[in-house]
């Protein structure tokens, strides 16, 4: 397989810029994302459930992490559920996508997680460059 850019430094930049103007506070959750990578990928994208309803600007910057990597991945020909749920949709809905999650091949996880966690670790270099003053603590 051949390298191609797919422009994670670029989508890193975008995802932090929509996440300060949505809530500058939001961007303490760029730390937290990186060190849910280490968890997996049903885990990450689970991360928005946990964060929905109390902390939803931080749930939207997982989101629109999760849809980056979903993008981009399509454009290798892996394919990720893009659907980001609700803590209150059916247990079978949630429990379809970790299903999906779960049953990738081991390459694919592999592959999907080194480019989650290359995209994360751009959102942290944009966040600590981007942040406001309001968005400072940690």
Known sequence: MAW????????AQEIVLKAR?????SLNQAHKMRATCAYGLERFWGEHLRLAGKEQAKAAF????WHALAAVLQK???SLPATMRSNSDDERQIQSVAEHLWNLPAQDQQAALAVLTNLCDAVVWWTQRLKTSKGAGG
Do not use: F, N, S, T
Request: hydrophobic letters at 35%.
């Open 62 to 65: 997982v989101a629109d992490v």
């Open 4 to 11: 191609r850019p797919y422009d994670l430094d670029q989508l």
């Open 76 to 78: 290798a020909g892996l």
């Open 21 to 25: 103007q949505r809530d500058p506070d």
